[in-house]
């Protein structure tokens, strides 16, 4: 039977005001140490997951993002399972047994909470796993801790004996008196950490809370990798119950296992004190015993003559209380809902919607990017520059092919989404250097020019001609070029066809020449030309394309998408073979999507949704950003983030979007708001950008390559598409006018 802890996020910890409150309540702050009590929750059971099981945490919609970040800091996984709104205990455990029991009825489930305080981690584990031998066995078994002190500050459980024994009855926080008597008799504290079955959970909600369960099971998400899934609306039909009335204090399988580590729930700050390590920040105590100071970095913090009280200092309000009052702190709390209710929480700042990004990525493509680099990234013969220092200088390089046909594309788009600018001359300026400095006699293109466009590399990359092929279909279908410019298209297109194995793939030249990366970019200029032209050898060129994707390049047991291989068309041998690129992911989600919509190939179409949900895997860091490599094991390979992937995962989002269900579109969507979200890091004011983002946030201080501009450019354009197919609120005419 695999164990699959389950760490509960819920309650918001009132007594713990100003500190802790909604959008950042008890569990996410660091209160007794270095690290916020959830993620010491997350290290002391991380360890317990065994026999396939899985660590889970169950959390409202509204902390995703700070799991995400706390997870990510500690470096640690697990599935989150987000509530659409609160239903107290009894819901969450039913929606996370349901969850654990669609595959692994018979899995352990340890539910632990939060933002609890337990020093003795070890003492923790070997609890859990004395009581998943009674769990086993099919009993519900709570975890009763020995007190040390009669506190009225939790509730009490009567055991029929010492160890693992069943529970005679369950009592509610008492008074002061009342709870020395419990303490004398051997009752135990209510923990409130569960080790049950999923199969017996699930019998005894049914048998007991029937509608708590029913909709537990309603609101399961569908089946998917996703690390972060989102129970369905059915979740708000159950009834607002804890399980202590839906179940435990009902059924007969209850049992209690006596324990003696060291727990505090860290309700209220005389328990914050007790702990040793609840003091934050800069303070100073003159002749003041037992108080507890907690400020935010740049407040002083000084008592003098005073004795056993916290000061707690938050932005916004400060709390000074008798330590020993400090359960009435709630008290306060409800007279601040009537008299000052906006410092019930913190100023939340929401992040950038999807449809107020979108009309701020307009401007700034029509008002820097545009004008910015088809005047100093361009020079008077039509050539444009591979990269502008960050202050707007071009970069004395080589000029590559592959810059010269994405810049083409660039141009031709603004012209055709309502650039005012003079986008058919830069084109055509652009496209006469193309077919005159970089075509050679066969006409395929060389790599290589130098900056005064002689000749320098003559190798005809299968990359670099997909990107003319593209180039050339953007010119056009902007209507600008030569008439006799699909001609030349064909005859490169015949002469890359004409260079296929018996596979239908294309060699590459280089240090690489068995791979999916090319063969990507010839599909993209497939679809280009079949878009414009009759000729269906376009459309049979891409169909090849797409075979050989879903046959050989995607792997068919992990459903991603593999980079280089041998010559065998088996993976690569060593690193190379292994490496899986997030961005890639994304890009051929949005390539295969167009591709099955046009051609009505399911196979194409759910390969997509595959390949987006192993792309989400590579988000890391904070704010999150599509990361640059992954391991065939789906392991982190590099954290470090370029700008290209945020495009290509924006594309991605938002194209699936457009035929999704209405709760995975939502999803789908807020995936998009935080790949546009993540794009903004790397784009400058000033129309230029960042390209490589470093774990830490900070970014290389190098220039902006052209090259980026053409995934900029085509993120926009999915902008644009989706907003005008989903009529998304201010922005479904989007374009560049």
């Known amino acids: 039977m695999a164990l699959y802890p389950v760490i509960l996020c819920g309650g918001s910890g009132t007594r713990l005001w100003p500190a802790s409150r909604p959008s950042r309540p008890k569990q996410f702050i660091r209160l007794a140490g270095n690290r ?49 709104e609160a239903r107290d205990s009894a819901a969450a455990m039913a929606a996370a047994a349901a969850w654990v029991a669609r595959n692994d009825p018979d899995g352990i489930l340890a539910f632990v909470a939060s933002d609890h305080y337990i020093p003795d981690d070890e003492g923790f584990r070997r609890s859990i796993l004395d009581a998943v031998q009674g769990a086993r066995a099919g009993r519900i078994v709570t975890l009763g801790i020995k007190p040390t002190e009669a506190s009225s500050a939790y509730g009490y459980i009567k055991p029929t004996g010492p160890g693992l024994s069943e529970i005679e ?27 049950v079955s999923a199969r017996t959970l699930g019998d005894e909600l049914a048998r007991y809370a029937p509608a708590v369960q029913e909709a537990a099971v309603a609101a399961l998400p569908p089946v998917n990798d996703s690390a972060i899934q989102t129970f369905g609306p059915a979740f708000t039909d159950a009834p607002k119950i804890s399980i202590d009335y839906a179940v435990m204090e009902k ?54 003559g005073v004795n056993d009280i916290a000061i707690i200092v938050e932005a916004d309000a400060v709390l000074v209380c008798d330590l020993s009052k400090s359960q009435g702190v709630k008290r306060i709390v409800d007279r601040i809902r009537t008299t000052s209710p906006n410092h019930l929480d913190f ?10 990004g979108a009309r701020r ?146 060699e590459e030249a280089g240090d690489h020449p068995f791979q999916s990366n090319a ?48 010559a065998d068309w088996a993976p690569a041998a060593g690193e190379d073979g292994r490496l899986v690129e997030p961005g890639h992911q994304f890009e051929w989600s949005w390539l295969l999507t167009r591709y099955g919509r046009s051609r009505g190939d399911d ?23 599509a990361l640059d490599g992954l391991n065939d094991d789906l392991t982190i390979r590099s954290a470090r983030s370029r700008l290209w992937p945020q495009t290509e995962w924006l594309k991605a989002s938002l194209i699936l979007a457009e035929g999704a269900s209405e709760r995975d579109r939502a999803d789908l969507l807020a995936d998009a708001a935080a790949a546009q979200r993540a794009l903004w890091l790397y784009l400058k004011p000033d129309g230029l950008w960042h390209d490589k983002r ?38 479904e005419a989007l374009d560049l006018d």
């Open 694 to 731: 470093l774990p830490d946030g900070e970014f290389l201080d190098e220039p902006s390559p052209a090259s980026s501009f053409y995934h900029i450019m085509a993120a926009f354009q999915q902008v644009c598409d989706t907003s005008a197919a989903l009529a998304l609120d201010g922005v």
């Open 361 to 506: 990525f307009a401007d700034w493509l029509r008002l820097r990017a545009l004008p910015t680099w088809s005047t100093l990234g361009m020079d008077s013969h039509g050539g444009f520059a591979e990269a502008l220092s960050q202050s707007g200088r071009p970069v004395a390089s080589p000029r590559r092919a592959r810059v010269q046909t994405r810049q083409i594309y660039v141009y031709a788009q603004a012209g055709l989404l309502g650039w005012a600018g003079p986008s058919s001359q830069i084109v055509s300026a652009g496209l006469e250097r193309l077919l005159q400095a970089y075509l050679g006699p066969d006409g395929q293109a060389r790599t290589l020019l130098t900056a005064d466009g002689r000749p320098l590399d003559e190798t005809a990359m299968v990359y670099d001609q997909a990107f003319v092929l593209f180039a050339m279909a953007a010119a056009r279908k902007a209507g600008v070029g030569p008439s006799d410019l699909e001609e030349r298209a064909v005859v490169l297109r015949d002469a890359l066809v004409a260079r296929a194995l018996p596979n239908g793939a294309i």
């Open 36 to 84: 916020s009590l959830f993620q010491d929750t997350v290290i002391r059971v991380a360890r317990l997951v065994e026999n396939e099981g899985k660590l889970l945490v169950v959390a409202g919609q509204g902390h995703r993002d700070v799991i995400d970040a706390q997870l990510a800091e500690i470096d640690t996984s697990a599935q989150v399972l987000l509530e659409p």
């Open 251 to 304: 059924t007969h399988l209850a049992s209690v296992l006596e324990v003696s580590f060291g727990w505090s729930d860290l309700g209220a700050w005389d328990s914050i004190a007790a702990s040793g390590v609840g003091n934050t920040g800069i303070h100073i105590f003159e002749e003041a015993e037992r108080c507890l100071a907690r400020a935010p970095d740049g407040v002083l913090v000084a008592a003098l």
């Open 519 to 566: 063969h990507m970019h010839l599909l993209e200029a497939c679809l280009a030309w079949e878009a414009l032209s009759s000729d269906p050898a376009w459309g049979r060129f891409a169909d090849r394309i797409v075979a050989l994707a879903l046959d050989v390049f995607i792997d068919r047991d992990g459903g991603f998408l593999r980079e280089f291989f041998g």
């Open 347 to 356: 100023a939340r700042t929401t992040p950038e919607p999807l449809e107020a």
């Open 169 to 195: 009855t369950f009592c509610e926080k008492p008074d002061a008196e009342t709870a020395l008597l419990y303490m004398q008799a051997g009752y135990l504290w209510n923990s409130g950490n569960f080790i």
């Open 603 to 625: 196979r194409a179409v759910a390969a997509a949704r595959t390949l987006y949900a192993r792309g989400r895997l590579g988000l890391g860091g904070r704010p999150p950003s």
